[in-house]
């Protein structure tokens, strides 16, 4: 079970400068599709996690992708998606760690105050559904349809931490 994690954690977004999480914090929430460059079922996830992230751009929340790899990894695996939005490189996993993730892909949906929203791990569509659908309401937004027509079959994700 995932939980909160350190707000001193470093992030590292490929485009800018390292900082702590709790920068990326202090005017809105993060919306985060996580993913391990390194697997298949995560490379099944990006148009969804991609279409996700769009749904939400306009909304009061930073939104962006956290790649369980270095920036060069993220730019090969994510392709044009990794320039459409914020995307972090987490090649020592330390912010996967910090909020305890057993399975990628995932989405995680964190509070100005870096606490856990919701989340969900491995592609369940109905759990995503829930975290989207969370987020649309505190953000008085509206969520994605999940899943879409072209989005893969539920499954369970890859060990995050592996």
């Known amino acids: 079970m995932a939980s909160n994690p350190d707000p001193d954690t470093i992030l590292r977004p490929i485009n800018g400068p390292a900082r702590p999480l709790s920068n990326f914090l202090t005017t809105?929430?993060?919306?985060?599709?996580?993913?391990?460059?390194?697997?298949?079922?995560?490379?099944?996830?990006?148009?969804?996690?991609?279409r996700i992230l769009e749904t939400f751009q306009g909304a009061d929340c930073r939104c962006g992708w956290l790649v369980a790899g270095d920036a060069e990894d993220c730019k090969a695996f994510l392709g044009p998606w990794s320039d459409r939005f914020t995307t972090f490189a987490d090649a020592d996993r330390a912010l996967?760690?910090?909020?305890?993730?057993?399975?990628?892909?995932?989405?995680?949906?964190?509070?100005?105050?870096?606490?856990?929203?919701?989340?969900?791990e491995g592609w369940h569509p109905a759990q995503w559904r829930a975290v989207t659908d969370n987020a649309a309401r505190l953000l008085q937004w509206k969520g994605p349809r999940l899943p879409g027509t072209k989005d893969p079959a539920p499954y369970d994700g890859t060990a995050a931490t592996g």
Do not use: C, N, R
Not at 39 to 49: D, K, L, Q, R
Not at 106 to 119: K, P, Q
């Open 28 to 50: 809105f929430h993060l919306v985060l599709i996580v993913v391990d460059p390194y697997t298949h079922e995560s490379a099944w996830i990006i148009e969804t996690g991609g």
């Open 96 to 120: 996967i760690k910090s909020l305890q993730l057993t399975q990628l892909p995932a989405i995680v949906h964190l509070g100005m105050d870096a606490t856990i929203i919701s989340e969900a």
